[in-house]
């Protein structure tokens, strides 16, 4: 048994109501989250470009081989380690993340030691945003209604980097994210509107 074996619905804390189905489901890719969250490449280049010039400032100063070797140990070891934490965090964040879209809503579940589920009604959306990468996946940004509730903290790492004043829900490392916008597109368009909710909402590259 895990921390997510009482969902009803994978994703959900509870049944979905009536009328409402699950049309998309998908977690984040690890690599999504090593890269762009934990920074896991970038901290082991750092730790290798260290350790390098200090090798080769003590080669230059003349230290014994023995010296070397067991400088080269104890910064690798400590390396390796922090590397690793970063890799398990960025793991962990993946395996334990559902994004879920239905036919009336945007439903965020993380968290490793405290799981979060955050809810965002699709009428509550102002606007979205895909940004394609380089590895074939992408990220899709929600920015909500002027005064909905959504908080950052709730959201990281799933939300828009350095915006705070408008935090910005987002689904990190999608796969194929040209048909989930076009999914989200047609959804919106479907969700009856009135006069007090938004006219439309577009998906524009960002």
Known sequence: MNEYSHEPI??????????EQVLWQASPS????????????TAALYFLI????????????????SMLTGTLAWQGGLALAVVGILAIMSKLYAASTLYTIT?????IRSGVALPMIVN????????????????????????P?????????????????????????LLRGVED??????????????IPKTSNEIEATQIAAV
């Open 10 to 19: 994978p994703g959900l804390p509870g049944e979905l109501p009536e009328g």
């Open 30 to 41: 690890w690599d999504a989250m090593a890269k762009r969250v934990f920074q896991v490449y």
């Open 50 to 65: 260290l350790i390098v010039a200090h090798l080769i400032y003590r080669i230059m100063d003349g230290a014994p081989l």
């Open 103 to 107: 036919s009336r809503r945007l439903i």
């Open 120 to 143: 965002l009604p699709l009428t509550k959306v102002e606007s979205a945003g895909l940004r394609r990468l380089r590895d074939g996946t992408g990220d899709i940004s929600f920015l």
């Open 145 to 169: 209604v002027e005064g909905t509730k959504v908080f950052w903290l709730m959201l990281w790492p799933h939300v828009r980097p350095l915006h705070f004043s408008r935090v910005q829900p």
């Open 177 to 190: 994210p040209d048909a989930v916008a076009r999914l989200l597109v047609n959804v919106i368009e479907d």
